[in-house]
């Protein structure tokens, strides 16, 4: 979607902002071209800030698209501030409840619209000892299967040094470094019209974390962890296996 035709609250949510992430970061963009310019896209990232939905929405505004996070659905109810996320087209997501079917159809229409979906599969901030990504949870997989929508990888590097989750410190260090880069469609062929098993959403899912963590290697100049780290189990899975 062109900036031109964001219209008010949008363009406000930007003015709003933007200034400010100029000020606070110094940013580096990278293959912003592997950002579809049009129709619907998924955007799988990592996530090793509560600061980086910032980072990564500016990065997606910055190819000409609006970025349309997905968010608690209390947060709709509170008065002015549900209001406001209607307007500027965020995605309310019931969680561990039968409405969460209904936040799936959500989605799938955002899609449909012609919409960038930015999810985060690990489904929270890193646990990590090292912010590598972790083990993800399978929305992204069952949502590019239902839509056929691509899902394009997303790695930033650089919000944990404003706001750490290890130790819950806020920096206001001005021009703080920050990067992020989008790699190619994760290539889900394989799984094009099958049945959404929950092994086919976990291979699916571990394909798309693998893309994820190859791109937040390369930020970092490092080798991701060859076992990915699983918070809910403390267990680990496999990263070659993708």
């Known amino acids: 979607m062109a900036h031109r035709r964001l219209g008010f609250w949008r363009r406000f949510a930007a003015i709003l902002v933007i200034p400010v992430l100029k000020v606070w970061t110094k940013r580096t963009w990278l293959s912003r071209e592997n950002i579809p310019g049009s ?10 800030s509560h600061f980086d939905p910032l980072i990564v929405g500016y990065y997606i505004f910055s190819t000409g698209r609006w970025p349309r996070f997905l968010g608690k659905a209390s947060l709709w109810k509170v008065p002015v501030l549900g209001g406001f996320l209607r307007k500027v087209q965020q995605i309310p997501v019931e969680r561990g409840s039968v409405e969460a079917v209904k936040s799936l159809d959500v989605l799938v229409d955002a899609l449909q619209q012609g919409g960038v979906v930015i999810i985060y599969p690990e489904g929270t ?12 949870k399978t929305g992204a997989a069952r949502l590019a299967l239902v839509t056929g929508a691509p899902v394009v990888p997303v ?7 404003i706001f750490d989750p290890r130790t819950s410190k806020l920096r206001f260090r001005l021009r703080t470094p920050v990067v992020a880069t989008a790699g190619k469609p994760v290539d889900l062929s394989k799984w094009q019209g ?10 699916m899912t ?16 490092e080798t991701p962890p060859a076992v990915r780290y699983d918070r809910p189990r403390r267990q680990a899975t496999n990263a070659e296996d993708a």
């Open 125 to 136: 901030t890193t646990r990590e000892p090292d912010l590598w990504p972790m083990r993800g």
């Open 155 to 161: 790695a930033n590097w650089g919000a944990q040094e």
């Open 39 to 48: 129709g619907g896209v998924i955007i799988a990232a990592n996530h090793v």
């Open 206 to 221: 571990e394909a798309i974390m693998h893309d994820i963590s190859a791109l937040v290697g390369d930020l970092r100049g």
């Open 194 to 203: 099958a049945t959404p098993t929950r092994a086919v959403l976990d291979e």
